[in-house]
């Protein structure tokens, strides 16, 4: 799909007219060659969104949609050609689409706003389709332009495993969290973790121009320590916030585990910034032969105990380290909230199957009572009962929803 068309999508009369509310809240979502919506429009209103329906329905698609409307690779980090339109079986006429978009109106403290992005295909043979970003009719010059309207944070199924799994898992999750207060992180990160692989690709062609080097090293250092920064004003912020709990939802600590982490905790950033980029250029002869670089932001790691239990959090049960991660996604939502005077979209799939329901009706009223219009998948209708009349309710199945 075009960029034309992508804004087609997304700035129409009948989506940008009316007065914009206090609250934060996607009014209208349309969908084109999306996954396995061919076309979908839906509008609505400010409260929370539950959508149910069988497992493959589609349900985690929209979440999926909805997680585009934020800077990043989205809920599922897949290629952007994986998100196109695919018929569901060889012989039907339906053919593979070449691009899609997505395309919202959000209610903000700001006003009302018109988002669309998409895939548009390659301009030229042999050219490469790229991710189109435009807001109000404008093209924006990359995507974290949307970190100024859109804060999204989501928590999967996958995310069970966030305290077992490696490092580099905590990483990203926490980088969506501090996209939320800062917007500019999002283009911190990319341009680090652009130059880190610039850098990797050097020394392992066995390249020594000092020249390239200093350069990539120079980038790393400006935007390592910045993007280290910002987590670690995160992680203190929000640290403080989870320490008083949620309800029935456990008390959690935040800290920062990490060389560069321990420099911003001594030192001037711009002293931390001199010392990665010595740091960096020592160690190229070793990190030529390791394969790896061995130093840096991309190295840390987000650590979390479990404060009711005095334990960390990796050592908790299945249903303990969920506990703790929904605790500290709502109280990162009201440390946003407080902070941007927003709050961040909240996209929880498959949350309450594996909650109590204790923890559920807490889960419930808590995401109403911020404000927040939270997105929930589920197949059982019935967990969703105690948010009757104070959610939109929705049946999803085969690429088309309909009121539950």
Not at 148 to 167: E, I, K, M, N, Y
Not at 302 to 310: E, F, G, I, N, T
Request: charged share 25%; proline share 5%; net charge neutral.
């Amino acid at each position: 799909m075009t960029a034309r068309a992508i804004n087609a999508l997304a700035y129409t009369s009948d989506a940008v007219s009316g007065a914009a509310p206090a609250l934060f809240a996607v009014r209208q979502l349309r969908l084109s060659d999306f996954r396995n919506y061919r076309q979908l429009r839906l509008d609505c209103g400010l409260e929370p969104v539950v959508l149910v329906g069988a497992n493959g329905a589609g349900k985690t698609n929209l979440l999926e949609a909805l997680s585009f409307l934020a800077p990043g690779r989205g809920l599922r980090r897949a290629r952007l050609d994986e998100l196109c339109h695919r018929p569901r079986s060889a012989g039907n006429d339906d053919a593979p689409a070449s691009s899609w978009a997505v395309a919202a109106t959000l209610d903000t403290p700001d006003g009302r706003v018109a988002i669309g992005t998409g895939l548009e295909p390659a301009r030229s043979e042999g050219g490469l389709p790229r991710r189109v970003v435009r807001i109000d009719g404008r093209t924006a010059p990359s995507q974290t332009a949307l970190g100024r309207h859109v804060a999204a944070v989501w928590l999967t199924p996958q995310l069970d495993r966030l305290f077992l799994d490696g490092a580099s898992e905590r990483r990203r999750f926490l980088d969506r969290l501090v996209t939320a207060l800062h917007p500019e992180h999002a283009g911190d990160v990319a341009a680090y973790e652009n130059a880190l692989r610039q850098r990797a690709r050097l020394l392992g062609e066995g390249n020594r121009d000092p020249h390239w080097f200093t350069a990539l090293e120079d980038t790393m250092a400006r935007h390592g320590v910045a993007l280290a920064a910002a987590r670690a004003d995160t992680v203190q912020r929000l640290d403080a916030a989870a320490r008083l709990g949620v309800g029935p939802f456990p008390r959690a600590s935040l800290a920062m585990a990490g060389e560069v982490d321990g420099w911003l905790a001594t030192m001037a950033a711009l002293d931390a910034e001199d010392r990665l980029r010595g740091e960096l250029a020592a160690s190229r002869l070793r990190d030529a032969d390791a394969g790896t670089t061995s130093c840096g932001p991309h190295r840390s790691d987000l650590a979390v105990r479990h404060l009711d239990l005095d334990l960390p959090a990796a050592e908790g049960s299945t249903g303990q380290q969920k506990a703790v991660l929904v605790s500290i996604a709502l109280a990162h939502a009201r440390l946003v909230a407080l902070s941007r005077s927003r709050p961040p979209l909240l996209l929880l799939d498959e949350i309450a199957a594996h909650l109590d329901a204790e923890r559920r009706v807490a889960l419930f009223d808590e995401v109403v009572a911020l404000g927040v219009q939270s997105w929930m998948t589920g197949t059982d209708a019935e967990l969703f009962a105690p948010l009757a009349g104070r959610a939109q309710i929705l049946r999803v199945a085969g690429g088309s929803i309909a009121a539950a």
